[in-house]
């Protein structure tokens, strides 16, 4: 079975650029999660979908978001690019909700903002 | 709040020797807890996860971790450092949903 699959795998952009970031779950998993990762602040929790709703968001400005398609496939999008942007972001797929259906990760998108 | 603390951001061992990583949580109320290990350039993979079914948890690569809740302690530990077990290694805490909170890593290096 494949695994988490996140495209593209390296992403340079530009301050005031918007960017879009696709993650296609294990098939099975209808919940997706993204995170971010970044050498000073660690991994934080973006935001996580559950049959295309948003059933948890995590401290970040409305210039990130999300969406799930039916297919379980998800997309988040960074708008304004800036600086502090730039980090490793993480998806995750799970079957269901809750620590039962653990989180399967893979293996990111590097986003550089120049 | 909840929140994790993993105590010490770089920890270094001898092939053959213990790894003990060390993980504490706070919570208001009794989280699931995980240890995830993430080698370069990838993802996180999961070692193992404490649901409240076992205090003593073991996981793949002979890891295992231990809850302690007068503590609030799920340290991490094998008893023998393989040079492949160089990494970094995260702790995350869950209460509900698909939100974990995470622990700021520890690299663990292996000298032969």
């Known amino acids: 079975k494949a695994g988490v699959t996140q495209t593209p795998r390296y992403l340079i952009k530009t301050r005031g650029q918007q960017v879009t970031l696709s993650c296609s779950p294990i098939?099975?998993?209808?919940?997706v999660s993204w995170y971010q990762q970044t050498p000073g602040q660690g991994l934080q929790f973006l935001f996580e979908?559950?049959?295309?709703?948003?059933?948890n968001k995590g401290n970040f400005p409305g210039r990130f978001s999300g969406r799930q398609f039916s297919n379980s496939r998800s997309e988040m999008n960074v708008s304004t690019l800036e600086l502090g942007d730039s980090a490793l972001y993480l998806c995750?797929?799970?079957?269901?909700?809750?620590?039962?259906?653990?989180?399967?990760f893979g293996n990111g998108t590097r986003l550089t903002v120049t | 709040a909840q929140s994790v603390t993993q105590l010490g951001s770089h920890v270094s061992v001898s092939e053959g020797a213990l790894v003990l990583l060390r993980c504490n949580y706070s919570s208001s109320v009794p989280p699931y807890l995980f240890w995830y290990v993430q080698y370069p350039n990838q993802g996180l993979q999961l070692l193992l996860k404490?649901?409240?079914?076992?205090?003593l948890v073991k996981g793949i690569n002979g890891f295992e971790a231990e809850f302690k809740k007068s503590e609030t302690s799920f340290h991490l530990t094998k008893p023998s450092a393989h040079m492949s077990d160089a990494a970094e290694y995260f702790c995350a805490s869950q209460i509900q949903g698909g939100k974990l909170i995470f622990g700021q890593g520890t690299e663990l290096s292996v000298k032969p």
């Open positions: 098939s099975g998993h209808r919940s």
């Open positions: 995750a797929s799970s079957i269901g909700q809750g620590a039962l259906s653990p989180l399967h």
């Open positions: 404490y649901t409240s079914a076992a205090t």
């Open positions: 979908y559950f049959s295309e709703t948003q059933r």
